[in-house]
């Protein structure tokens, strides 16, 4: 707790002021010059740690990674000393330069589009309880100095000296703070830190941070080497063009070997808003820097059938007046919409799972010493994602005339089923399962790890996690192309088809809205201090 | 078929287009993106210096290939300024008028 010298009340950093500032007798001091008297003192009690007020006297309980608290009695700021000194102790801060006017403004424009989320995210006492938080980050400075030998494999080699510097990566430290919140308030401006005193989290929250300082080397390695490689094949004196004589000087990847010049501990500032439904949280997260906002987005199911209902009026027209309908044009043009429901499903339904699971936040998963993969660099096998793209793309291009072609040639000879339909249908028949199978690989390939038998069944079943809202619209799919290929005479056979195929075609979108609002929410107890309970 | 039947099967096309579209929306929206390398890089702090003029050209230890080797380009050199031809280009852009009382 920081004392007023003046008053005794509590004083706190002062965004606009960028001061420590007491609200009693509006005293401002330089945070750097406050000295201290006393804070909260450490208890340990069974699994958690309990803290008492200076102020009041209360108990106060902390997490382990708990930095700045306030107390629940009396709402003194209150900073946990213990866990900032010793090895835990940041080097720099960011200080909030942005205040809850801000927050409150972006998050309003944020939601100005976004017409279908529930109307309590818009209720002006939700938009109030936007917290701040100085959340933990990693930041890494790489510097390479020394010889460089740059080989043409044919002719020529080159020895030159090369000094590079790489400095302000930063990397989310906290385990708990979602990679994809932290990656949409992306950018931080690192170059505006201050040095760190405690003074600066009076009147905030902080966390510590409970990463491993080394978990994001190799990444931010790999990424100021392929700048060097970059700038080297940019420079004329090195790489000249073929049409004047070729000679391409490139050194080895291995050569350029990055050192580490300094790894420091940084908080940054980040206003937190949760929104709580049963189980589940949902964030809007404004970078306190910058004013920059992300957030989780559910959606409201009644407003969502609404609004389709309202968009599909002109749509309608459009079909009324211009599309004179056959029955067997229903039917192929009902199992069209099936085959883009479930692409556009499965797409989704990746995306979420792998956020759901988060999968891609390392900070997270070198945490869950259950869920960690399992990485294995001398594999062989190993498929580049761009690769892996041009092969999905030309197997797709491929795929769709040889499809319709053996549809028109199976036509021809047999006599089976309706000219332009029937290849439309095998191809829409054939292609859903391929494309499923496809993603499925990708999924495997798309993050060059080989993976343990047990990761490879976890997969699995989120692979099977998508089947129940899937195998409708392929239900649908199979039904047309089976109608279309008995060709009956009565047209009651290609209404009654249309008709089951976009129900299950609808319910699917549906039941995939309500999946997406379980997944755009988070977890508990993810951060629920922080506003996901109420008194908080 | 009657009429009716028309309709309401256009109808559900429509409603089921309207979906599709209203969902892609819904998702491109709510969609957190992360940012890419070259946003990353262009982030960073970075001082980057390579010894251009101080790297000599050799040729590889090619011990089959001795009499066959191409001779050593040679490196750029860096376009010359004729200094003086540019100065007589130098105007003055601004006249300054002083103010005041000189002593």
Redesign the interface.
């Known amino acids: 707790m920081y004392e007023c010298p003046n008053c005794a009340a509590n004083m706190k950093f002062h965004i606009g002021k960028q001061m420590l500032f007491c609200e009693a007798c509006d005293t401002s001091m330089d945070p750097y010059a406050f000295q201290k008297k006393e804070d909260a003192k450490e208890m340990k009690y069974f699994e958690t740690t309990v803290f008492i007020c200076p102020q009041c006297g209360g108990e106060l309980i902390a997490d382990d990674d708990t930095a700045a608290t306030f107390c629940s009695y009396c709402g003194g700021s209150t900073i946990l000393d213990s866990r900032i000194s010793r090895e835990k102790m940041p080097r720099y801060i960011i200080p909030f330069q942005k205040d809850k006017e801000d927050c409150k403004k972006a998050y309003r424009r944020m939601l100005r589009y976004a017409y279908f989320v529930p109307k309590e995210l818009k209720d002006p006492e939700q938009i109030e309880r936007f917290r701040p938080i100085y959340m933990p980050f990693w930041l890494y400075s790489l510097k390479y100095s020394g010889a460089l030998e740059l080989k043409d494999p044919n002719i020529y080699h080159r020895k030159e000296r090369l000094f590079a510097a790489y400095r302000g990566f930063f990397y989310d430290a906290s385990a708990a703070f979602s990679d994809d919140l932290a990656n949409g308030i992306w950018p931080f401006h690192p170059e505006q830190k201050k040095a760190f005193t405690p003074s600066f989290l009076s009147g905030f929250y902080a966390d510590v941070g409970d990463v491993d300082k080394d978990l994001y080397v190799e990444e931010a390695r790999e990424l100021a080497i392929e700048d060097t490689l970059e700038r080297i094949r940019k420079e004329p004196h090195y790489f000249r063009d073929s049409s004047t004589g070729t000679w391409k000087l490139l050194p080895e990847k291995e050569a350029i070997d990055f050192k580490l010049e300094a790894i420091d501990r940084v908080m940054f500032p980040v206003w937190f808003l949760a929104w709580r439904k049963k189980d589940r949280v949902a964030y809007a997260v404004v970078n306190g820097q910058t004013g920059k906002i992300a957030g989780d987005m559910p959606i409201d199911v009644r407003k969502y059938l609404l609004s389709s209902w309202l968009g599909a009026i002109p749509v309608f027209l459009l079909l009324y007046s211009y599309w004179n309908m056959s029955p067997g044009a229903l039917l192929a043009v009902s199992a069209l919409l099936s085959f883009v429901c479930s692409v556009v499903s499965n797409i989704q339904l990746s995306y979420l799972i792998i956020r759901d699971n988060r999968e891609k936040d390392k900070g997270f998963m070198s945490k869950q010493e259950s869920g960690r993969l399992v990485e294995d660099k001398s594999i062989a096998y190993r498929i580049p994602t761009k690769l892996l793209g041009v092969i999905l793309l030309a197997v797709s291009i491929i795929w769709i005339p040889a499809l319709a072609f053996l549809g028109y040639v199976i036509d021809k000879y047999t006599g089976v089923g309706d000219l332009l339909a029937l290849p439309l249908v095998l191809l829409l028949g054939l292609e859903t399962p391929a494309i499923l199978f496809l993603c499925r690989v990708s999924d495997q390939y798309l993050n060059h790890r080989k993976l343990s038998l047990r990761i490879r069944m976890e997969q699995f079943m989120y692979g099977r996690r998508k089947l129940p809202y899937l195998i409708k619209p392929f239900v649908g799919i199979v039904i047309a192309v089976v109608l279309l290929c008995l060709a009956p005479t009565s047209e009651v056979w290609y209404y009654a088809g249309a008709f089951v195929c976009m129900i299950l075609t609808g319910v699917t979108i549906v039941n995939i809205i309500r999946y997406h609002n379980l997944l755009t929410t988070r977890k508990l107890p993810q951060l629920k201090r922080r506003g996901g309970d109420e008194n908080a | 078929?009657p009429e009716i039947?028309?309709?309401?099967?256009?109808?559900?096309?429509?409603?089921?287009?309207?979906?599709?579209?209203?969902?892609?929306y819904?998702?491109w929206?709510?969609?957190?993106?992360?940012?890419s390398?070259k946003?990353?890089?262009e982030?960073?702090?970075?001082?980057?210096?390579?010894?251009?003029s101080?790297?000599?050209?050799?040729?590889?230890q090619k011990e089959n290939d001795k009499d066959h080797?191409?001779p050593?380009?040679q490196?750029?050199q860096p376009e010359k300024h004729n200094k003086k031809r540019i100065n007589l280009h130098v105007v003055p852009v601004k006249t300054v008028k002083r103010v005041g009382n000189r002593l």
């Not at chain 2, 929206?29 to 940012?35: H, I, K, T, W, Y």
């Not at chain 2, 982030?43 to 251009?52: D, E, S, V």
């Not at chain 2, 101080?54 to 590889?60: A, F, N, S, T």
Request: hydrophobic share 55%; aromatic share 8%; glycine share 6%.
């Open positions: 078929m039947t028309v309709v309401l099967g256009k109808a559900m096309v429509a409603f089921l287009v309207s979906l599709l579209l209203n969902y892609i819904i998702a929206v709510s969609r957190l993106r992360a940012p390398d946003e990353v890089l982030n960073l702090q970075i001082t980057w210096k390579a010894g251009l101080e790297g000599e050209l050799y040729h590889c080797l191409p050593l380009p490196p750029q």
